[in-house]
């Protein structure tokens, strides 16, 4: 039995907790507020909020519910554009509707809950936070412009929060209904009589995290086949630092990396380089550990933890062992791992002062797009000499690739132009791109060259960008 | 005024298709398509897909009651495959099961055997095997060929675009409901309801009076939901009448994307002369529509690239001519623009090769052979003409000569990052070009509480249509908006449509409903005349009241209805309205078919990384002719969604068909339209507010396609960027311009050898 909170009712269902939440929402709830655009994440028209209760804080997330199976809702509180209504409109609709931000309307109770989750969270109440929020939200007819104008105005509805808890501000401010004031204490209570997902049999189960890349790419069998859920297991939670090193829970989400404290102190950059990773709502849902595990050749968190040397504790349940990233790639889609093993832990070295880190992509759209061409580059200095450099690249070869031969070239040389001419040409002779969708063979190539002279360029801004781009 | 809908649209009251409450004993359909391109169809199983669980009944061509065929203006589209199959896509059977999800299952256990026959992609390989949708036309004005004569300069060149996936949000969809004495009620996201019903009662081989097609709104068209929207609903149709139930069919994404046909590729092929003072003499232009296979509107589109050939410039000697190749993609079909946009592209490709050879800004030319009121188009219509207007308020509003200043500093300190400037001036013809078309009719109704309705042709769909209407009652009748309420488009309420589309619907329906709510209007006069027991022609209605010689009566809106009725006087009025001076004879091809043109120029800035190839549209800076905007709300957003669409067409929006006729681009996450973070960061709209008359309803312009050309800019100030870092960039005019294609300008590559694919990367891209 699964069991949550939908907008200001408990329900249960005895639906298979692999059952998409969008399905159950608009066909068993008759909620139709939620849309249907592409069952892929890629449109956002069926977006709503998922509240949980972390660190004893009521804490928003926007989700996109054709990629959320039941059994990640379990015990938390799901807001549709129903659970927003209140008599007459709510402020945020009130600037989308003054604004003009609607046109056929199809796509936009995903940017109101867009909007809202940015309203329900503790991002300062600046415009572009706003944007940010609604990065997810595919719009065919306005061409956005108008819902940019609706955004300010509703950062400036926060602007005297301060340091009220953005789910009772929003109820006092009766940006939203009055009941989201409440939900902290139902929560709790629901906690008691709730079960957490059940463990199911090891044989034939399908590991669950986010479910971000699954419910895409094998969406029927994934309502039918027996799942386990990890998303919100307690010992896979967390992003700590140990000494020198980082530690990631294997249900960490790319939005918790973007937030954690120890990134932001040691990597302060790293937060716009998770901007260019996929959306706010599928960033919410994703785990670091199933970017990992799907394999993708051109998965960004795998391309930026191969430059960063991580290393992987996988557990079958009973034992655990360790194995670096860099070794966990045989082939196409095919892991270092046994079928009973899941990535419990992820370790890396925190840079220190010497130490660089960059991450490059290209797609054919910046924001919410798959890499024509991605990598990452960590290299450590002293002076002008390279101490230990490591870079990696997707989108060149069948799996994410650490480049061996062009990290070992560059250790121990003095940069310079040249030096990065000749580590383009020697990344060539590692890499083994197709054409596909993404892009030809050619630009791959090319593209390549030119990202890891952007490592340089942006790195190391001596460099002249005439000789290098010669 | 804002959006009657907005309110509903906010809070997700709005009912679209897939929301309409499910009418007991619903069952749902999925279709079956061909997995090849092109063949011959020499086994179908369905026996392992008919003992699913939850299967009905599953219809191929042989359950059709009436002709299989729904090609609209061609009957060459049959609905399900017989013997062929002509595109990856097509439908070959209809599966209908208890349950969504039964249906799509059983839908994967048909197999279907097909002999592979060739393969045609290319529309100029499609034109040399004479494989014509219809016989080429060619418009001409002057003498072309004694005009080279006379030029200074001649440039000739390609130039292609690509086609574009719609990407309405709401996917394609139909419900067909059992009414009784054999009738159906069709429930669809249709452009076109009369399309939809007379393509069903077709099929079905019925009156169309058996069948009412009812349009509540679309969550978007685009122009994929007018002819495209009909195979649904004849699916929907067969099965219903077969079995007497509702059935009920929401494409999903992928199939969505794999059956429909979309904007046309073309190639073309184009010459254009100067004389030494730059006007340009001669221009010669020749047309590849890829059509797909079957003709869908294909040549109404090509017919209006022809219309649209020479832009927005005055050139005294043209020959333009299209041919509409069939090929084996899925039929290509309307898309905002209509074939416009197409011809405009190669016109102004022509124009910055022009320039280009002759060292100067593009510009210069554009600005030396904007039309002049009174000149003649190639097809005979003399030119009432804004585009002088337009571009010199963008000009001297904008400062052009700053924003150049500006971008050649940045160009001469930046090394890395390289800006370009672009001018697009459109014109564009107001009507449908067939002139058949251009009649709307509207029922009003005013309900003895005073309160009106108001049932039209037009079929919202994002555009503001409904709005517009409600506009155009409350004024006529001078009363509160609130006191007015649109129907939904029903082919019971209003017959023979058509389709909200070429951006003429508001004019044509906004006229009908004047004419209608006038006629009411004359009809409550009379009886106020005779309850004041004044002459007619003193009455007046404002306000809600009724005054006489311009003073306050005792009467008001609300008794004089009810004193109308009363005395047995009609409420109602249907009206009909036909577009006046239309007209266009296709043996000459002359003739005045648009109504009228809109005028504008937009100045586009976009800035390069040449380090990566990617890009921003900095600034898009408009000065549009909305003759005078009845709603500049509505009209605002249609300008900034249009630049949007059209950038998207221009630049990372990329359709791959494969050589075997596959869509490699058939998710969102392969096909990608602009997101908030790729919008120009300025869009800035100025009005050029006319008040010459016009036959727009209210004065007020259509604003549906136009702006979509303005998107068109985009391209050239990416190139011209693309030109500041590498002034000998080989690159040609091959939209769009994708970060790919900016890579490859910047650093022209030699080609390469043989290309190596594995096949598992490939799946990976969720190219499935």
């Not at chain 1, 412009?145 to 953005?166: C, F, H, M, W, Y």
């Not at chain 1, 993708?296 to 290393?311: K, V």
């Amino acid at each position: 039995m699964i069991k949550f909170i939908l907008n200001d009712r408990e329900v249960s269902t005895a639906l298979p907790p692999g059952t998409v939440l969008l399905d159950y929402i608009r066909y068993e709830k008759n909620l139709t507020g939620t849309k249907i655009g592409c069952r892929e994440g890629d449109c956002g028209a069926c977006t709503v909020l998922v509240g949980d209760s972390c660190h004893d804080r009521l804490r928003y997330r926007s989700f996109t519910s054709c990629l959320t199976p039941l059994g990640n809702v379990q015990g938390k509180h799901v807001v549709t554009v129903e659970g927003i209504n209140t008599e007459g409109l709510n402020p945020i609709q009130q600037a989308m509707v003054d604004e003009s931000a609607t046109q056929c309307g199809f796509c936009t109770p995903g940017f109101v809950m867009s909007l809202a989750g940015f309203c329900l969270s503790d991002k300062l109440p600046t415009q572009q936070n706003a944007i940010a929020a609604i990065d997810g939200n595919i719009c065919r007819c306005t061409g956005y412009k108008s819902i940019e104008r609706a955004a300010a105005r509703v950062a400036q509805l926060l602007e005297d929060r301060n340091g009220t808890e953005p789910a009772e501000f929003v109820a006092q401010q009766q940006i939203l209904p009055r009941y989201f004031a409440s939900i902290k204490e139902r929560l709790h209570a629901l906690a008691a009589t709730a079960s957490p997902n059940g463990h199911a049999s090891a044989q034939e189960v399908q590991r669950v995290g986010g479910g971000t890349d699954l419910y895409v790419q094998k969406h029927t069998e994934m309502v039918e086949t027996a799942n386990h859920f990890l998303l919100d297991k307690s010992d896979l939670q967390g992003i700590t630092r140990e000494g020198n090193r980082c530690v990631i829970g294997g249900a960490a989400t790319v939005t918790d990396l973007a937030e954690s404290a120890v990134m932001q102190e040691f990597f302060p950059e790293f937060r716009p380089y998770l901007r260019l990773v996929s959306s706010t709502p599928i960033r919410n849902m994703a785990t670091v550990a199933g970017n990992f595990v799907n394999a993708s050749p051109i998965g960004d968190l795998t391309i930026m933890f191969l430059a960063l040397d991580a290393t992987l504790t996988l557990s079958d349940g009973h034992t655990s062992r360790e194995i670096p990233l860099r070794q966990f790639y045989q082939g196409y889609k095919l892991l270092a791992k046994t079928p009973d093993e899941t990535i419990a832990s992820i370790r890396f070295a925190l840079p220190d002062e010497r130490t660089q880190f960059n991450f490059e992509k290209v797609s054919k759209r910046t924001h919410l797009d798959i890499a024509s061409v991605n990598s990452a580059c960590c290299l450590s200095t002293r002076g002008d000499l390279i101490t230990a450099a490591s870079v990696s690249a997707g989108g060149v070869g069948p799996t994410p690739m650490f480049l061996a031969k062009t990290s070992a070239f560059l250790t121990g040389k003095a940069i310079s132009e040249e030096l990065v001419q000749e580590a383009a040409e020697l990344a060539q002779t590692e890499i083994s791109p197709i054409s596909d969708a993404r892009g030809t063979e050619t630009y791959k190539r090319l593209l390549l060259s030119q990202l890891l002279k952007a490592h340089f360029l942006t790195l190391f801004p001596h460099l002249s960008p005439q000789e290098l781009l010669q | 005024m804002k959006n009657i809908d907005s309110g509903n649209h906010t809070t997700g009251k709005s009912l679209y298709l897939d929301d309409i409450p499910l009418v007991a004993g619903t069952l749902f359909g999925a279709a079956f398509i061909s997995p090849v391109a092109h063949g011959h169809i020499e086994r179908l199983d369905l026996a392992e897909a008919a003992q699913h669980p939850g299967v009905v009944r599953i219809f191929t061509h042989r359950d059709i009651t009436g002709e299989n065929q729904i090609g609209g203006i061609i009957p060459d589209e049959p609905l399900l495959a017989e013997h062929e199959v002509d595109f990856c896509g097509m439908p070959i059977a209809f599966v209908v099961a208890e349950t969504d999800e039964a249906a799509r299952a059983a839908v994967r256990k048909i197999t279907a055997e097909i002999t592979p026959l060739p393969i045609i992609t290319d529309p100029r390989v499609a034109q040399a095997q004479g494989e014509l949708i219809v016989p080429p036309r060619t418009f001409q004005l002057g003498d072309p060929e004694r005009a080279w004569d006379q030029c200074a300069y001649v440039v000739e060149g390609s130039a292609d675009t690509n086609g574009q996936e719609h990407l309405y949000i709401e996917t394609q969809c139909a419900y067909a409901i059992p009414e009784e004495n054999e009738g159906l009620k069709i429930y669809s996201s249709t452009q076109s309801p009369t399309a939809s019903q007379r393509a069903a009662a077709r099929v079905l081989g019925v009156p169309m009076h058996q069948l009412e097609v009812d349009v509540i709104r679309l969550g978007g068209g685009f122009g994929g939901k007018e002819d495209q929207a009909n195979a649904w609903v004849a699916l929907c149709a067969l099965a219903a009448h077969h079995l007497r139930k509702p059935v009920k069919y929401v494409l999903h994404r992928l199939e969505d994307m794999q059956m429909t046909g979309k904007r046309h590729p073309y190639s073309s092929d184009f010459k254009l002369g100067l004389d030494k003072d730059l006007n340009i003499i001669a221009y010669e232009s020749t047309y590849y529509q890829n059509a797909g296979a079957a003709a869908d509107l294909s040549p109404a589109i090509m017919e209006r690239t022809l219309f649209h050939a020479t832009g927005t410039y005055f050139i005294p000697n043209v020959k333009a001519t299209a041919f509409s190749c069939r090929t084996h993609l899925p039929p290509n079909t309307a898309f905002r623009g209509f074939g416009g946009p197409q011809a405009k592209f190669v016109m102004e490709a022509a124009i910055a090769k022009a320039a280009e050879q002759l060292g100067i800004d593009a510009c210069v030319i554009q600005k030396q052979n904007l039309n002049k009121t009174g000149d003649e188009f190639p097809y005979g219509q003399k030119a009432v003409s804004e585009s002088h207007a337009c571009w010199h308020k963008a000009e001297t509003l904008y400062d052009v000569e700053a924003l150049r200043q500006q971008v050649q500093d940045f160009n001469a300190s930046n090394t890395v990052r390289k800006k370009g400037l672009a001018f697009m001036p459109i014109c564009f013809g107001i009507s449908f070009t067939n002139t058949s078309m251009n009649q709307a009719r509207a029922l009003v109704h005013v309900y003895y509480d005073g309160s009106v309705k108001v049932s039209t042709g037009a079929v919202e769909m994002g555009q503001g249509v409904n709005t517009k209407l409600l506009q155009v009652a409350a004024q006529t009748f001078s009363i509160n908006p609130s006191r007015v309420r649109l129907q939904t488009t029903s082919t019971n309420r209003i017959a023979n449509t058509s389709p909200s589309a070429a951006s003429a619907t508001a004019d044509l329906n906004g006229k009908a409903v004047q004419l209608a709510c006038q006629a009411i209007v004359q009809r409550l006069k009379e009886v106020a005349a005779q309850e004041l027991q004044v002459p007619e022609a003193a009455v007046e209605l404002r306000d809600e009241k009724v005054l006489v010689h311009g003073e306050e009566t005792a009467l008001d809106w609300k008794k004089l209805v009810t004193a109308a009725f009363l005395k047995r006087i009609s409420l109602s009025e249907h009206a009909h309205y036909a577009t006046p001076e239309v007209h266009f004879n296709k043996a000459t091809e002359k003739g005045h078919p648009f109504a009228y043109h809109v005028y504008g120029t937009a100045i586009t800035i976009a800035t390069i990384d040449c380090i990566r190839g990617t890009y921003t549209v900095d600034a898009v800076k408009v000065v549009h002719d909305f003759g005078r905007s009845m709603n500049p709300n509505i009209d605002r957003g249609q300008i900034e969604g249009g630049i949007v669409q059209g950038i998207g067409w221009m630049t990372m929006e990329e359709l791959l068909y494969d050589h075997t006729g596959r869509l490699r681009s058939n998710t969102l996450s392969t096909y990608k339209v602009p997101d908030i973070y790729s919008v120009p960061k300025e869009i800035a709209i100025e009005a050029l507010q006319t008040d010459n008359d016009n036959l727009a309803i209210f004065r007020s312009k259509a604003v549906g396609e136009p702006p979509f050309m303005y998107g068109i800019g985009t391209y050239f100030a990416l190139r011209n960027a693309i030109k500041a870092f590498n002034p000998d960039s080989p690159i040609g005019f091959n939209a769009p311009m994708t970060p790919e294609k900016v890579l490859l300008a910047l650093y022209p590559q030699p080609a390469t050898g043989v290309k190596v694919t594995h096949a598992q990367s490939v799946s990976h891209v969720a190219v499935s």
